[in-house]
Structures are given as C-alpha cells and as structure tokens.
C-alpha cells in the first residue's frame, strides 16, 4: 500500500532534538501541509544543505501520527528508529533550521509500488472464454 501523500509537504521543524527525541512540533501551521499519516519524511539541516541528500546526517523517519504541529515519529517507546538505512542523529546545532519534507522515498518506489501490482491470478482458456480464479477479478470473460 502507497503512503498517503501530498504536493510540496515540505515543513519547519520549531527546535532542534536529540537522536532520540520522537515527539517532534512544526512551526505553527505547518501539520497542515503534510498527508495524513502514515508516511515517511526526509529530515535535513537546511542552512548548510539546500539538497537533502547532501548533508551527511540526513534522516529518514516515519511519520505515525500528527496532532495539529506535532509529530510522532516511529519509535520503540524511547528512542525514535530511522529508516531506510538512514541512521538517527542529532538536529539540534544552534543556528541551524531543520526541514523535513513528504515524499517518495526508495520504499515507495522499491517496495510499495511492485507490491501492488503482484498477480497470482490463474487463468483458464477454453475456446473464445477466459476464467479468472482470484479475487478481486474473478470471473468468466469473453474473449
């Protein structure tokens, strides 16, 4: 199944955090630009990296709930689990604004999308009708 998604979801996150933190609030406003969850986030230092995948700390996270500028980030009850292959890491260097932004990541394409479209459907053919013997689309057809 495909996260939900949104165009230009890409929102402010108000404070820094440790590696730990899962409970993550937006600048005000922002939980309204972002789908409803869930789906996965990019999270980046955007003062030094206009290009996500270029600052060395970037995140993957998943997004469970949002509650108005509040997020819950995927956790195991104390610490917040990254995902993708991205590791958690601090996004609190003062100065610095962090951003995350919704949107396809390698397991919508890798994982999601090719999960959609398995078909273990059998089909028998006699003379100009076809059998479908699987749900959703069981059936005869009419060749």
Not at 33 to 46: D, M, Q
């Amino acid at each position: 199944m495909l996260d939900n998604a949104k165009n230009f979801a890409k929102v402010t996150v108000s404070i820094g955090y440790s590696a730990t933190a899962f409970s993550v609030t937006l600048n005000s406003g922002d939980g309204a630009k972002l789908p409803t969850a869930p789906f996965n986030v990019t999270w980046w230092n955007s003062t030094d990296y206009a290009d996500p995948s270029d600052d060395p700390n970037v995140e993957i996270d998943r997004v469970t709930a949002v509650n108005g500028d509040v997020l819950t980030l995927a956790n195991d009850g104390t610490t917040r689990i990254a995902q993708e292959a991205t590791a958690t890491s601090t996004k609190n260097t003062a100065g610095k604004v962090y951003k995350m932004i919704a949107g396809l990541t390698a397991k919508s394409v890798n994982v999601d999308l090719p999960g959609m479209f398995v078909c273990n459907e059998v089909v028998t053919v006699s003379g100009n009708t076809a059998t479908l013997a699987h749900a959703p689309v069981a059936g005869t057809v009419q060749l």
